[in-house]
């Protein structure tokens, strides 16, 4: 059992195994399932995730009308080659972008670690997967790679917007997506942690301020730029570049800079974004709310 990123890269070094490995025997542990039920179980949230990619790409729009088919627009945009950041990044962030919009519009995802931050991690792994050709186990290893350093902020830290802000979702979220794109392009465990470290300390701080509450205005926006966050991370871990900052202390100070973050600014819609004149406007419009009320 490891507890903290320092723990899980010391059992992969040790016992010469990837973090995904030594995260798939943590599940047979836990939860006494065998390693055929632990990866198929896995391989079922794989295909939700490509199913979620799959529609929001064909266009898909929320009830409230606040969110709907950027990623569209968006792969239209690369498809013309006059794009100035790189293919795989907007690639990553369009679908990022398509799993979220099908959160918004009432589809299912899988909660990676949240429904907020549910675009990250797929929209990465199926942008990577046009770069790096892995296979089908490969790509489940990658989610048991994202898992096992998303397990690491879930029990040491938070991943609750409400608990934390949005670093603690689309943060982590970020982070995870980051390790997991080292493990999977061949980087050692102790670039995915550095990885991970680069990601989240710079998503320190980032608040949760949901529009009408609705998990859709900055969410979906957020997603796209957490991706894009998680594989310039990533590369700068597989040049060799290293945090100052050890993992698991910024995984610390994520938590206590949450809980230091005033309530308005955590998952409640009082402040930020959602304080906004045109946040309020758009809530008023929404929920048929007279805006002198508020």
Do not use: W
């Amino acid at each position: 059992m490891f507890r903290n990123v320092a723990e899980l890269i010391e059992l992969a070094d040790s016992q010469n195994k990837k973090i995904s490995e030594i995260m798939i025997e943590q599940e047979m542990e836990v939860t006494g399932r065998t390693r055929d039920q632990v990866i198929n179980l896995m391989d079922k949230n794989l295909t939700v995730m490509e199913e979620a990619v799959e529609r929001g790409l064909n266009g898909v729009h929320s009830h409230s009308g606040l969110t709907g088919g950027d990623a569209v627009l968006l792969q239209k945009y690369i498809e013309k080659g006059n794009f100035l950041s790189g293919e795989t990044i907007l690639d990553a962030v369009s679908k990022a972008v398509a799993t979220n919009e099908v959160n918004a519009a009432m589809g299912t995802i899988c909660a990676t670690p949240t429904a907020g931050s549910a675009g990250v991690v797929p929209g990465t792994l199926f942008a990577v997967k046009n770069k790096l050709n892995p296979t089908r186990e490969q790509m489940v290893s990658f989610l048991f790679t994202a898992g096992a350093f998303g397990f690491v902020v879930a029990n040491n830290a938070s991943i609750s917007g409400a608990a934390g802000g949005c670093q603690a979702e689309v943060g982590s979220a970020s982070g995870m997506a980051a390790a997991a794109i080292v493990e999977m392009a061949g980087g050692t465990p102790e670039q995915s942690a550095q990885a991970m470290a680069i990601t989240l300390k710079n998503m320190l701080g980032l608040v949760c301020d949901p529009v009408a509450g609705l998990v859709e205005v900055p969410c979906v926006k957020r997603n796209a730029m957490g991706a894009a966050n998680a594989m310039v991370a990533a590369d700068m871990a597989l040049a060799g570049i290293t945090s100052r900052i050890p993992c698991d202390e910024v995984i610390d100070a994520m938590y206590k800079i949450g809980q230091t973050m005033p309530v308005a600014l955590r998952e409640t819609a009082q402040g930020g974004l959602a304080a906004t004149p045109t946040g309020r406007e758009l809530e008023a419009k929404i929920f048929g709310i007279p805006l002198k009320s508020k």
